[in-house]
């Protein structure tokens, strides 16, 4: 149950050249570049953006269901189960199972941490999934009992500690194996200069492309016709209308460029760099965030699998771990657990499937309720639950034993023959 224990907030004081936690967490931290680097700006960043919004689509179109092992070994699916309602039909009043999976992963990838508080139900099993604010809400470790608490601030403004029990919590990289790394805090150097160029860049073109430079006059000038000149030349050769325009100067007026173009800073190559330097450290493939120079349908197709592998599967083992441990009671983790359903990722085109299908039904693996199933189709009743398997197999003790009828046979053929 949820402990509202209401907390005195510790005094803390800051200055610029010692900046306290609170502080930097609130106005973000600054990278060599200049910018200021929060999870709103990095989110600003396409590159970013893209990165984090491919790994919540990937882990929220994914069902996340319940079972429970049987008796003879095998599972089944357990949909009437509070985990199972929770998970695949609402987890609170507000969200969908999409919803809320898509922004526990936004929350992972960006403050490094999502976490998820439960609302039991009087019967002891879960009733709803709420998820914390990460920017109010820190773990703490008493180390006089060394029990872990969350403590948070709730939307009305109200402090609140919150036991172990009662989160779910998700980690990015971690160096303590209890808070989260937060990745843009990593990477703020990549995304400060990818906002630096999105900055130049927009003000580039708001300026028409045009270099920066000095304007020559004959004689002296006053700071008030200094500022005519410079506003007079800034209306008439600068902005997207006047791009490309001929300049025409007058009354002995010389413009002298003093500014790089941006083919000889690289300016697109730099753009890319940081792109690269974002992908990989999200590890998602560089096709995926539309980078398609260096790829070929065979290295895309095994870039696929491998973010699958690599990426998305440290991720979900994450998730069901956490999920099955908080939310089960310890005696129900004996037999119930929660798991993703891949098939949808790892479904190939038709006749790969097909061919899949196939071999499965004829060794006996798959019904052909099994394969409708994962189909999105009907099944067939109880004749579609029927498994069928080849006359052309049997098990390796049966062929000892259909080899040592047959030599006997064959020795008391002979003896028969002889006696004749």
Do not use: C
């Given at each position: 149950m949820i402990f509202k224990l209401a907390l005195a907030p510790k005094a803390e004081t800051t200055d610029l050249k010692n900046p306290a936690p609170w502080f930097m967490k609130?106005?973000?931290?600054?990278?060599?570049?200049g910018?200021?680097?929060?999870v709103n700006s990095a989110l600003g960043v396409p590159a970013v953006y893209t990165c984090v919004n491919i790994l919540a689509n990937s882990i929220a179109k994914l069902p996340f269901q319940t079972f429970k092992k049987t008796r003879e070994g095998g599972r089944e699916?357990?949909?009437?189960?509070?985990?199972?309602?929770?998970?695949e039909t609402r987890p609170n009043p507000y969200q969908s199972p999409f919803k809320f999976k898509h922004l526990v992963e936004t929350h992972r990838n960006t403050w490094g941490n999502a976490y998820i508080n439960i609302n039991?139900?009087?019967?002891?099993?879960?009733?709803?999934l709420w998820l914390l604010n990460p920017a109010v809400t820190e773990p703490y470790v008493d180390v006089m009992t060394n029990t872990l608490w969350y403590h948070t601030t709730l939307p009305n403004g109200e402090f609140v500690r919150i036991g172990y029990g009662d989160i779910i919590h998700l980690t990015a990289l971690s160096t303590d194996g209890v808070k989260g790394?937060?990745?843009?805090?990593?990477?703020?150097?990549?995304?400060?200069?990818?906002?630096a160029a999105q900055k130049f860049k927009g003000k580039f073109y708001k300026h028409g492309a045009a270099n920066s430079g000095i304007i020559k006059v004959p004689g002296l000038l006053n700071q008030e016709a200094k500022e005519v000149v410079r506003d007079e030349w800034e209306k008439a050769n600068t902005g997207l209308n006047n791009a490309q325009r001929i300049a025409i100067l007058d009354a002995g007026l010389e413009f002298q460029s003093i500014s790089m173009p941006l083919k000889d800073a690289q300016f697109v190559e730099g753009m890319k760099y940081d792109k690269t330097?974002?992908?990989?450290?999200?590890?998602?493939?560089?096709?995926?965030?539309?980078?398609?120079e260096r790829s070929t349908h065979n290295n895309i197709e095994q870039q696929s699998l491998d973010y699958i592998q690599n990426t998305l599967s440290p991720i979900i083992k994450q998730w069901e771990e956490e999920f099955t441990y908080q939310l089960f009671s310890e005696p129900e983790q004996r037999r119930y657990y929660s798991k993703f359903n891949l098939t949808s990722l790892l479904r190939a085109d038709q006749k790969s499937r097909s061919e899949f299908y196939k071999t499965m039904w004829e060794i006996g693996g798959f019904d052909i309720n099994n394969i409708l199933e994962l189909e999105d189709m009907d099944g067939i009743g109880e004749?579609?639950?029927?498994?069928?398997?080849?006359?052309?197999?049997?098990?390796?003790?049966?062929?000892?034993?259909?080899?040592?009828?047959?030599?006997?046979?064959?020795?008391?053929?002979e003896g028969n023959g002889a006696e004749d």
């Open positions: 609130m106005f973000g931290y600054e990278a060599a570049s910018e200021q680097v929060t699916r357990d949909k009437k189960h509070a985990v199972s309602k929770v998970l039991w139900g009087i019967d002891g099993r879960p009733k709803e790394k937060p990745p843009i805090q990593v990477a703020r150097e990549a995304i400060g200069s990818s906002q330097d974002i992908a990989m450290l999200y590890n998602i493939p560089m096709h995926m965030v539309n980078e398609l004749m579609g639950e029927k498994r069928f398997v080849s006359l052309n197999y049997t098990t390796l003790d049966l062929i000892e034993e259909y080899q040592r009828g047959k030599a006997n046979q064959s020795k008391g053929g």
